[in-house]
């Protein structure tokens, strides 16, 4: 029994070793062998042109090239790339509509499944998107786009409350219109002192109808990001609600967009 046992180690070992061999001829090492990461596949979105109108006036949709992302291709055969002549793009389904928005306080661009009536986006009545739609907004802290910027920090980003503080000195807006803390429905994950992912539920009140979605029966998705100079910050927030069919997508919307207010230029 001994010298059997002794036989079946031996037998193993010579196994490992022949592996471990194997591995050195071919100059990969067994533990990087083992531990290498799989690095995301990289496919290629159409890029959409989308029209603008704002301070400056109407502004034509943009010509540009198809926009490498680092997501599967499958997903990369529902998607596109949605971007204006002022402000940044989003990846939205593919054969939706858009529409942007500009001033000096920031952009808003919208991404529907229907053509957008770009008049009633600048209505005081308009009650906003009630189905399908991605919105991705930015406001700029050192311009009107500061009293946003300081809703927004006061709801989430409570490191930089002092932002919000200098904005309540100045007196233009009343401190009672800052609340301080989180939606109390929202689901938020923070990726660190400056990017929180959130979940707004169905018929809720919450960072996701901080927008121009309307609250309906279906929740509603994003991130909001700052970035800057911490006294001057601005402030980038998706807000996304798709169909069923298409409510995978998602993570790679968000993904994207804090991926590109991550670039050095931002």
Same mark, same amino acid.
């Given at each position: 029994?001994r010298?059997?046992?002794?036989?079946?180690?031996?037998?193993?070992?010579?196994?490992?070793?022949?592996i471990?061999?194997?591995?050195?001829?071919?100059?990969?090492?067994?533990?990087?062998?083992?531990?290498?990461?799989?690095q995301?596949?990289?496919?290629?979105?159409?890029?959409?042109?989308?029209?603008?109108?704002?301070?400056l006036?109407?502004?034509?949709?943009?010509m540009?090239?198809?926009?490498?992302?680092?997501?599967?291709?499958k997903?990369?055969?529902?998607?596109?790339?949605?971007?204006?002549?002022?402000?940044?793009?989003?990846?939205?389904?593919?054969?939706?509509?858009?529409f942007?928005t500009?001033?000096?306080?920031?952009?808003n661009?919208?991404?529907?499944?229907?053509?957008?009536?770009?008049?009633?986006?600048?209505?005081?009545?308009?009650?906003?998107?009630?189905?399908p739609?991605?919105?991705l907004?930015?406001?700029y802290?050192?311009?009107?786009?500061r009293?946003?910027?300081?809703?927004?920090?006061?709801?989430?980003?409570?490191a930089?409350?002092?932002?919000?503080?200098?904005?309540?000195?100045?007196?233009?807006?009343?401190?009672?219109?800052?609340?301080?803390?989180?939606?109390?429905?929202?689901?938020?994950i923070?990726?660190?002192?400056? %990017?929180?992912?959130?979940q707004?539920? *169905? !018929?809720?009140? =919450? &960072?996701? #109808?901080?927008?121009?979605? @309307?609250k309906?029966?279906?929740?509603?998705?994003?991130?909001?990001?700052?970035?800057?100079i911490?006294?001057?910050?601005?402030?980038? %927030?998706?807000?996304?609600?798709?169909? *069923? !069919?298409?409510? =995978? &997508?998602? #993570?790679?919307?968000?993904? @994207?967009?804090?991926?590109?207010?991550?670039?050095?230029d931002?």
């Open positions: 029994m010298e059997a046992r002794r036989s079946a180690w031996l037998r193993i070992s010579s196994g490992i070793a022949m471990m061999g194997t591995l050195a001829v071919s100059g990969r090492p067994l533990l990087i062998a083992a531990t290498k990461k799989i995301p596949s990289l496919s290629q979105v159409p890029f959409v042109g989308c029209k603008s109108d704002g301070q006036g109407p502004l034509d949709a943009p540009g090239k198809s926009k490498v992302v680092p997501i599967a291709a997903l990369a055969q529902q998607l596109a790339y949605y971007q204006a002549e002022q402000g940044d793009g989003v990846l939205a389904p593919r054969g939706w509509y858009c942007n500009y001033g000096s306080n920031g952009w661009l919208y991404v529907t499944p229907q053509p957008i009536d770009a008049k009633t986006l600048f209505l005081d009545t308009w009650p906003g998107f009630s189905g739609s991605i919105q907004s930015t406001s802290g050192g311009t009107s786009g009293f946003e910027v300081a809703h927004i920090i006061a709801r989430v980003f409570p930089h409350k002092a932002f919000v503080r200098s904005v309540i000195k100045e007196g233009i807006i009343p401190s009672s219109s800052f609340v301080f803390g989180p939606y109390p429905q929202d689901k938020l923070y990726k660190n002192k400056e %990017i929180v992912e959130y707004t539920p *169905p !018929n809720a009140e =919450g &960072l996701g #109808t901080n927008s121009h979605l @309307q309906n029966g279906s929740s509603i998705c994003g991130v909001a990001i700052l970035a800057g911490s006294s001057e910050p601005s402030l980038w %927030i998706l807000s996304t609600r798709l169909s *069923p !069919n298409l409510a =995978g &997508l998602s #993570t790679a919307i968000i993904q @994207q967009v804090e991926r590109d207010a991550a670039e050095p931002r």
